[in-house]
C-alpha cells in the first residue's frame, strides 16, 4: 500500500483475465483509480456508494470515471476488494454473474464469474451438431456433499450441474479460482475422486477453524491470491492473466511437476499445450532452484519468433527474482555467443542453407562431380560427420550412419571426404562460419569445461524440438550435466519442417520410457483438425523415434465452421479471393491482427503486403518479432512455427507450387531423401492448418497439390 497505511483494496488474480478484454483506457483508469483508493477512499470524487438493488450492504461501487464503475466488496472498515469493472448501467447485472466468498475447507476468498460459458454458445451458433450434448451432466456421478468435501463452495454448484461436456467445463473453469478449476476439471477428464482428494484437497485444505463470515481474515490468507499495494497491482494489470497461465490439465500438470531421472518429453498434436507445459515447468524448476546460488536455466528453441513469444510469456510466470535464473535464448544465437567467446571473432558472418547448398554446389562443380547432390552434402556433413565429431577420413570411412537413408560404400565415403575438404578450404577461405561449425565448436568448448566440474545450466528445457539438429543436442546435452531433470523436452515430430528424423540417444539424450503425449487440443476446432488429419493421412510414423509417438487420440473440445477451400482459375482470382476473404471477416468486425495470410514461399509475402493495402487493407510482413499494431499479418508457414491465429488463410498451394521443387529434385538422385524431403513439405501443411484457432480459408489456382486432401 502506498498511500494511507491502514487501507487496503485488494485485486483478486481473477479478475485480470476479465481486465485484459477491457479497453486499455478501462485497465489504465482501474490501475490510477487503486491509487486514489489507497489515498483516500472517503474523498468525494470516488463516490463510494451501496447498490441499490441488492440486500448485502458490503457491495459497494465506486467511479471510475463517468461511464465506467468498480464494483467493490467491503470486508471490514478498511478493506476493500475489487471484485469487477463495468459501464455504468451494468454494474447491477454483473454482480448477478460474481459468486464470491470465503471457502469453508480452503480458508481463503475466492472470486468465481460464471459467465465464462460462452464457449459452448458459440460452439452452438457456429453450427456445431446438436447430438453432441449429452443430456448428462459431467458431474452426475457425484453428490453435492461429495464436491463440497472436494472444497467446492455450495454457491457452485448450480452452475456446475448443468454442465454437460468437457467442453463446457473448461469454459467455466476459465472463470473459476485456480484451484476450483483445478479440481473441476480434473474430475471432467475422468480423475478418480480420490485422486483429486488426495492431491488437491487434502493438501490445500486448513487445519484452522474457519469463519466463512471473517473476508478480510480470508483475504489475508496467501491462497486468496489478491494484491494490494499499487506496484504489484499495476504490474498485474499491465501483464493480464490469460488461461494457460491459471490453471492446466490434469495430463500437463503431472508433465511439469515431476521429477525425471534424465531427459524426458513431452509430445503431442498442435495446440496440445507442449509449450504451455514447457513454460511451467521452466518457471517451477527456476522457483526451486537454490536462493542466492549459481545455477541457471536455459529456455531455448529453435526459432527466433517463438523466442520472443517464450520471453514474453515466461515473465508472466516468474517474479524478477526468478526470471533472472533464465536465459531464454534461440539456440544457435547461444552457440553463436559462444563460440564468439571462444574465438574473439565477433563479426564473422554465418551462413544460411541456402548460401551452404550454394557453396556445396561450387565444391561439386570445381570438383566435375556429378555423383552428389549438393542438399545430400550438406545433410552428411551436418548430421553424419559434425554430429558424430567426425575429424578424419579414416573415422568416416569406419563410421555408423544412424538415420541416413542412402547406403554409401569405402569408395563413396572416400569421394565425400575429399569433397568435405575442399568445402572446408573455401569456408575458409570466404572467412565465413557455418551454423554447424559453430554449434560443434560451442559444444567443443563447453565439454572442455565440462572437466571443470562447471556446466552453464543446470537445467535445459526445449520448445518446438523437433527442429533441432543432432549438432545442437551435442551441444545442449554438453551444456548441462547428465542427472535429474536435465533436459525436458517439448515437440511434435509430425510439425518436423527443417530437418530429417534424428535418433537421440546416440547423441547423449535418452528418453525411452520418459515419454508422454498430449492429446487435447486446446487451440484448434474439431473441424480444422479434422482436415488437419486428413492431410496427414498418409504421414508415416517416425522411423527412427525411441518411443514412437503417433496422433491417436488427439481431439478437440472447441467447435467452429467448415475449414473453406476455394480453387482458382489463375494466380489473379487466387490473390483476389485471398483479400475478399480477409475483407469479408475484416467486415464482420475481425480485429486485423488476428488474421495471418501465409503461404510456402517467401518470395510472395511482399506481393501480398502490396496487394492487400492497395485494398484498404493495412498488412504487415511478419519475420522474428511480432509487430504491434491493427495489420493483418503476412508471412511464410514456417515463420508460423509455434504460434496461432484466429483467421489463417493459406494460400499459393497449387500442384505446380507445392511440394516445392527442391523437394522434388532429389526424386532420382536418392529415393529416401525425396521422401524425407516430401514428408516434411507435408507437415508444413500441417503447421498452417493447425495454427488456426477459429477459421481456416485454403486457396490455390490451376489444379490442388497432391498433398491437399479436402475430404
Ligand atoms: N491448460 C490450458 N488452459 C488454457 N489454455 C491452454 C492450456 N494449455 C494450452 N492452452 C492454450 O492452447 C493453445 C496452444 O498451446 P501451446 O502453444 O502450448 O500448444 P503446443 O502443443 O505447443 O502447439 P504447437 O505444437 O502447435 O506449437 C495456446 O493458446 C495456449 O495458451
Redesign the pocket.
Request: with cysteine; aromatic share 6%; net charge negative.
Given at each position: 500500500m502506498s498511500g494511507n497505511a491502514d487501507v487496503a483494496l485488494y485485486l483478486p488474480k481473477q479478475l485480470n483475465r476479465r481486465l485484459r478484454k477491457l479497453p486499455p483506457e478501462v485497465r489504465e483508469l482501474t490501475t490510477s483509480f487503486f491509487a486514489k483508493f489507497n489515498e483516500d477512499f472517503r474523498r468525494n470524487a470516488i463516490h463510494l456508494e451501496p447498490i441499490r438493488q441488492v440486500k448485502d450492504r458490503r457491495l459497494r461501487t465506486a467511479r471510475l470515471n463517468q461511464a465506467w464503475r468498480a464494483i467493490l466488496l467491503q470486508a471490514d472498515d478498511q478493506e476493500f476488494v475489487l471484485l469487477d469493472v463495468a459501464p455504468h448501467d451494468e454494474a447491477y447485472r454483473r454482480i448477478k454473474v460474481i459468486s464470491w466468498g470465503v471457502n469453508p475447507t480452503f480458508a481463503n476468498f475466492e472470486v468465481s464469474y460464471l459467465d465464462e460459458l460462452q464457449l459452448p454458445v458459440q460452439a452452438q451458433a457456429l453450427g456445431s451438431p446438436a447430438a453432441e450434448r449429452h443430456s448428462a451432466g459431467v458431474f452426475d456421478p457425484y453428490t453435492d456433499a461429495q464436491l463440497s468435501e472436494l472444497g467446492i463452495r455450495p454457491e457452485l454448484l448450480p452452475a456446475l450441474r448443468p454442465l454437460a461436456t468437457e467442453e463446457e467445463v473448461l469454459a467455466l473453469a476459465e472463470g473459476l479460482d485456480d484451484r476450483i478449476a483445478q479440481i473441476v476439471v480434473d474430475l471432467a477428464s475422468g480423475v478418480a475422486y480420490e485422486t483429486v482428494m488426495d492431491q488437491i484437497t487434502r493438501p490445500g485444505a486448513s487445519s484452522d477453524e474457519i469463519d466463512v463470515s471473517d473476508i478480510a481474515a480470508a483475504l489475508r490468507n496467501p491462497a486468496s491470491q489478491v494484491t494490494s499495494t499499487d506496484a504489484a497491482v499495476a504490474k498485474m494489470i499491465d501483464a493480464g492473466f490469460?488461461?494457460?497461465q491459471l490453471?492446466?490439465?490434469p495430463d500437463?500438470r503431472k508433465l511439469v511437476d515431476r521429477s525425471y531421472n534424465g531427459p524426458a518429453r513431452v509430445a503431442?498434436g498442435?495446440?496440445?499445450?507442449?509449450?504451455?507445459?514447457a513454460l511451467h515447468r521452466t518457471a517451477r524448476l527456476a522457483r526451486a532452484l537454490e536462493v542466492g546460488g549459481n545455477d541457471r536455466i536455459l529456455l531455448t528453441t529453435y526459432n527466433k519468433r517463438l523466442k520472443s513469444d517464450l520471453e514474453r510469456r515466461l515473465g508472466k510466470l516468474l517474479d524478477d527474482a526468478a526470471r533472472a535464473r533464465v536465459d531464454v535464448v534461440n539456440i544457435d544465437r547461444l552457440a553463436l555467443d559462444i563460440a564468439r567467446e571462444l574465438t574473439g571473432e565477433r563479426r564473422r558472418p554465418v551462413w544460411n542453407d541456402d548460401e551452404l547448398r550454394d557453396l556445396w554446389q561450387q565444391v561439386l562443380d570445381a570438383a566435375d562431380e556429378t555423383g552428389f547432390e549438393a542438399a545430400f552434402l550438406l545433410e552428411e556433413w551436418r548430421e553424419v560427420i559434425l554430429a558424430g565429431f567426425i575429424t578424419s577420413k579414416s573415422a568416416y570411412l569406419a563410421a555408423e550412419r544412424p538415420g541416413r537413408g542412402t547406403r554409401l560404400g569405402k569408395a563413396q565415403r572416400a569421394r565425400v571426404w575429399d569433397l568435405v575438404e575442399r568445402y572446408l578450404a573455401l569456408l575458409t577461405a570466404e572467412q565465413v562460419w557455418s551454423g554447424e561449425q559453430i554449434c560443434m565448436a560451442a559444444a567443443l568448448a563447453e565439454n572442455a569445461r565440462a572437466w571443470t566440474g562447471k556446466r552453464r545450466y543446470r537445467h535445459i528445457v526445449v520448445?518446438?524440438a523437433q527442429d533441432l539438429s543432432a549438432v545442437h543436442w551435442r551441444l545442449l546435452r554438453m551444456l548441462c550435466p547428465e542427472t535429474t531433470d536435465d533436459l525436458f523436452i517439448?515437440g511434435?515430430n509430425f510439425?518436423r519442417i527443417y530437418r530429417q528424423p534424428l535418433r537421440m540417444a546416440p547423441l547423449g539424450i535418452d528418453i525411452q520410457g520418459r515419454s508422454r503425449n498430449?492429446t487435447l487440443s486446446?487451440?484448434t476446432t474439431r473441424q480444422i483438425l479434422d482436415k488437419a488429419m486428413l492431410v496427414m493421412s498418409d504421414a508415416e510414423a517416425d522411423p527412427v523415434d525411441e518411443d514412437a509417438t503417433d496422433l491417436s487420440g488427439y481431439r478437440s473440445v472447441l467447435s467452429g465452421a467448415e475449414p473453406r477451400f476455394l480453387p482458382q482459375r489463375d494466380e489473379r482470382s487466387e490473390m483476389r479471393a485471398v483479400i475478399d476473404q480477409v475483407l469479408s471477416w475484416a467486415d464482420r468486425g475481425a480485429e486485423r491482427n488476428s488474421i495471418v495470410v501465409c503461404m510456402p514461399n517467401a518470395k510472395s509475402v511482399p506481393r501480398y503486403v502490396d496487394a492487400l493495402q492497395a485494398a484498404g487493407v493495412p498488412a504487415v510482413a511478419v519475420r522474428d518479432d511480432i509487430p504491434e499494431g491493427d495489420s493483418v499479418h503476412v508471412t511464410t508457414i514456417n515463420g508460423l512455427k509455434?504460434t496461432?491465429y484466429h483467421r489463417v488463410v493459406l494460400t499459393e498451394v497449387g500442384a505446380d507450387r507445392y511440394p516445392r521443387r527442391f523437394a522434388t529434385s532429389l526424386a532420382d538422385a536418392d529415393p529416401v531423401a525425396h521422401a524425407q524431403a516430401l514428408e516434411r513439405e507435408r507437415n508444413l501443411l500441417f503447421v498452417a492448418f493447425?495454427r488456426a484457432c477459429r477459421d481456416l480459408t485454403v486457396v490455390w489456382s490451376g489444379e490442388p497439390s497432391p498433398l491437399l486432401r479436402q475430404g
Amino acid at each position: 500500500m502506498s498511500g494511507n497505511a491502514d487501507v487496503a483494496l485488494y485485486l483478486p488474480k481473477q479478475l485480470n483475465r476479465r481486465l485484459r478484454k477491457l479497453p486499455p483506457e478501462v485497465r489504465e483508469l482501474t490501475t490510477s483509480f487503486f491509487a486514489k483508493f489507497n489515498e483516500d477512499f472517503r474523498r468525494n470524487a470516488i463516490h463510494l456508494e451501496p447498490i441499490r438493488q441488492v440486500k448485502d450492504r458490503r457491495l459497494r461501487t465506486a467511479r471510475l470515471n463517468q461511464a465506467w464503475r468498480a464494483i467493490l466488496l467491503q470486508a471490514d472498515d478498511q478493506e476493500f476488494v475489487l471484485l469487477d469493472v463495468a459501464p455504468h448501467d451494468e454494474a447491477y447485472r454483473r454482480i448477478k454473474v460474481i459468486s464470491w466468498g470465503v471457502n469453508p475447507t480452503f480458508a481463503n476468498f475466492e472470486v468465481s464469474y460464471l459467465d465464462e460459458l460462452q464457449l459452448p454458445v458459440q460452439a452452438q451458433a457456429l453450427g456445431s451438431p446438436a447430438a453432441e450434448r449429452h443430456s448428462a451432466g459431467v458431474f452426475d456421478p457425484y453428490t453435492d456433499a461429495q464436491l463440497s468435501e472436494l472444497g467446492i463452495r455450495p454457491e457452485l454448484l448450480p452452475a456446475l450441474r448443468p454442465l454437460a461436456t468437457e467442453e463446457e467445463v473448461l469454459a467455466l473453469a476459465e472463470g473459476l479460482d485456480d484451484r476450483i478449476a483445478q479440481i473441476v476439471v480434473d474430475l471432467a477428464s475422468g480423475v478418480a475422486y480420490e485422486t483429486v482428494m488426495d492431491q488437491i484437497t487434502r493438501p490445500g485444505a486448513s487445519s484452522d477453524e474457519i469463519d466463512v463470515s471473517d473476508i478480510a481474515a480470508a483475504l489475508r490468507n496467501p491462497a486468496s491470491q489478491v494484491t494490494s499495494t499499487d506496484a504489484a497491482v499495476a504490474k498485474m494489470i499491465d501483464a493480464g492473466f490469460e488461461a494457460w497461465q491459471l490453471f492446466l490439465h490434469p495430463d500437463q500438470r503431472k508433465l511439469v511437476d515431476r521429477s525425471y531421472n534424465g531427459p524426458a518429453r513431452v509430445a503431442g498434436g498442435p495446440g496440445t499445450g507442449k509449450t504451455v507445459v514447457a513454460l511451467h515447468r521452466t518457471a517451477r524448476l527456476a522457483r526451486a532452484l537454490e536462493v542466492g546460488g549459481n545455477d541457471r536455466i536455459l529456455l531455448t528453441t529453435y526459432n527466433k519468433r517463438l523466442k520472443s513469444d517464450l520471453e514474453r510469456r515466461l515473465g508472466k510466470l516468474l517474479d524478477d527474482a526468478a526470471r533472472a535464473r533464465v536465459d531464454v535464448v534461440n539456440i544457435d544465437r547461444l552457440a553463436l555467443d559462444i563460440a564468439r567467446e571462444l574465438t574473439g571473432e565477433r563479426r564473422r558472418p554465418v551462413w544460411n542453407d541456402d548460401e551452404l547448398r550454394d557453396l556445396w554446389q561450387q565444391v561439386l562443380d570445381a570438383a566435375d562431380e556429378t555423383g552428389f547432390e549438393a542438399a545430400f552434402l550438406l545433410e552428411e556433413w551436418r548430421e553424419v560427420i559434425l554430429a558424430g565429431f567426425i575429424t578424419s577420413k579414416s573415422a568416416y570411412l569406419a563410421a555408423e550412419r544412424p538415420g541416413r537413408g542412402t547406403r554409401l560404400g569405402k569408395a563413396q565415403r572416400a569421394r565425400v571426404w575429399d569433397l568435405v575438404e575442399r568445402y572446408l578450404a573455401l569456408l575458409t577461405a570466404e572467412q565465413v562460419w557455418s551454423g554447424e561449425q559453430i554449434c560443434m565448436a560451442a559444444a567443443l568448448a563447453e565439454n572442455a569445461r565440462a572437466w571443470t566440474g562447471k556446466r552453464r545450466y543446470r537445467h535445459i528445457v526445449v520448445d518446438e524440438a523437433q527442429d533441432l539438429s543432432a549438432v545442437h543436442w551435442r551441444l545442449l546435452r554438453m551444456l548441462c550435466p547428465e542427472t535429474t531433470d536435465d533436459l525436458f523436452i517439448a515437440g511434435d515430430n509430425f510439425q518436423r519442417i527443417y530437418r530429417q528424423p534424428l535418433r537421440m540417444a546416440p547423441l547423449g539424450i535418452d528418453i525411452q520410457g520418459r515419454s508422454r503425449n498430449l492429446t487435447l487440443s486446446y487451440r484448434t476446432t474439431r473441424q480444422i483438425l479434422d482436415k488437419a488429419m486428413l492431410v496427414m493421412s498418409d504421414a508415416e510414423a517416425d522411423p527412427v523415434d525411441e518411443d514412437a509417438t503417433d496422433l491417436s487420440g488427439y481431439r478437440s473440445v472447441l467447435s467452429g465452421a467448415e475449414p473453406r477451400f476455394l480453387p482458382q482459375r489463375d494466380e489473379r482470382s487466387e490473390m483476389r479471393a485471398v483479400i475478399d476473404q480477409v475483407l469479408s471477416w475484416a467486415d464482420r468486425g475481425a480485429e486485423r491482427n488476428s488474421i495471418v495470410v501465409c503461404m510456402p514461399n517467401a518470395k510472395s509475402v511482399p506481393r501480398y503486403v502490396d496487394a492487400l493495402q492497395a485494398a484498404g487493407v493495412p498488412a504487415v510482413a511478419v519475420r522474428d518479432d511480432i509487430p504491434e499494431g491493427d495489420s493483418v499479418h503476412v508471412t511464410t508457414i514456417n515463420g508460423l512455427k509455434g504460434t496461432e491465429y484466429h483467421r489463417v488463410v493459406l494460400t499459393e498451394v497449387g500442384a505446380d507450387r507445392y511440394p516445392r521443387r527442391f523437394a522434388t529434385s532429389l526424386a532420382d538422385a536418392d529415393p529416401v531423401a525425396h521422401a524425407q524431403a516430401l514428408e516434411r513439405e507435408r507437415n508444413l501443411l500441417f503447421v498452417a492448418f493447425t495454427r488456426a484457432c477459429r477459421d481456416l480459408t485454403v486457396v490455390w489456382s490451376g489444379e490442388p497439390s497432391p498433398l491437399l486432401r479436402q475430404g
